[in-house]
């Protein structure tokens, strides 16, 4: 281990001591929407357990810690230690060296409140559970950008009421969108040096996962078979 002497890396967890979530609010207008921002004129209430960046850079860029935490009751993770190491593996290494922590966070009543997939704040990445039945319940109708995101991955929606739909998953696609979305979508926050506008900074993510998770993990579109084998026993979202 020696003391980190690239000032790109210092500037990035500098820029990126903050908090970029990917959502899926229980029945609030942006439900499971991407890009929902916090208010920075608000009192800031820290929604996870801050992981202080090491300030020595790692011998091993993959050499990243995993926590694992209960699901909570009535959810469960769809994504292992092993398949995160496994995904990280795929990518390059420059992609992964500032990444010290990816937890599998546990779900509470007050996170439900403003649930979300996945979220990034300063070195880490933290993916929350899946519902146990793989069935998401929401108060209003998706946007197309959501319809279009979940068929992506192999997600279905459908229409039970008028004030009702459902995101419904398989254990295959549900681990496919957690692996080669959420995960690459927040790896692309901490990597983000130069947008400093939530919207950009959303839009260069929402890029970073197309292009290096949903199209490098699919034959044919750039990706390698040998990713996708991988991902056929996970789903993520």
Known sequence: MRPV????????????????????????PGK???GLQRNEKLPFSPPEDWHEPEREEKADPYDVC??????????????????????????????VAPLEVVQLS?????????ACYGMQWGSAVYLYPLEADRVEHHGRPPKPSQVQEAEMYGGRWVQKTRHSWQLIWT??????????????HE???????????????????????VEHGYR??????????TSRRHNRRHHNS
Not at 22 to 27: F, L, T, V
Not at 66 to 95: C, W, Y
Not at 106 to 114: A, P
Not at 187 to 208: C, K, M, T, V
Request: net charge positive; glycine share 8%.
């Open 66 to 95: 995993i926590i694992e935490q209960p699901a909570g009751k009535g959810f469960r993770h769809v994504v292992t230690i092993q398949d995160i190491r496994a995904r990280l593996r795929q990518l390059p290494a420059p992609f």
């Open 187 to 209: 790896i692309g926050h901490l990597l983000d040096a130069r947008n400093s506008r939530y919207l950009d900074r959303e839009r260069y993510a929402e890029w970073f996962a």
């Open 5 to 28: 002497r690239d000032s790109k890396l210092s500037g990035l967890r500098r820029r990126n001591a903050r908090v970029a979530v990917s959502s899926r609010g229980r029945s609030a």
């Open 171 to 184: 254990e295959r696609a549900a681990k496919d969108f957690y692996l080669n979305n959420i995960l690459i």
């Open 106 to 114: 546990r779900m509470t009543t007050k996170k439900e409140r403003f």
């Open 32 to 34: 499971r929407a991407r």
């Open 216 to 225: 490098a993990s699919r034959p044919g579109r750039g990706g390698r078979r």
